[in-house]
């Protein structure tokens, strides 16, 4: 499995914006095959903090997805509210076992 974590720092005038831009692309990414989960988070202790948690089947699908047309055009609406440069960590994970 693929873990990205992402996070974007928005301007306060800009928070409700970027929230709707990163809800409507977790939403499409979503249904994109091999997509486990895409979710967008507002930071409790600083809310202009938007954290993107995203979980894939493999590499392949995380790489499709970047290629996804949209995925670009959200990377370009969400620079325009941002106050710092975005961060974005990829992992490989595997899964551990319980107990």
Do not use: Y
């Not at 493999?58 to 961060?87: C, N, W, Y």
Request: charged share 20%.
């Amino acid at each position: 499995m693929i873990i990205v974590l992402g996070e974007v720092l928005v301007a306060p005038e800009h928070r409700a914006a970027a929230i709707a831009v990163g809800l409507a692309h977790c939403a499409r990414s979503r249904a994109e095959p091999g997509c486990l989960s895409h979710d967008c988070f507002i930071d409790a202790a600083n809310p202009n903090r938007l954290q993107f948690v995203e979980r894939w089947l493999d590499l392949t699908a995380l790489r499709v997805h970047f290629g996804v047309p949209d995925s670009a055009a959200f990377v370009r609406e969400m620079q325009a509210f941002v106050v710092e440069p975005p961060k974005m960590n990829i992992f490989e994970a595997t899964e551990a076992p319980r107990g």
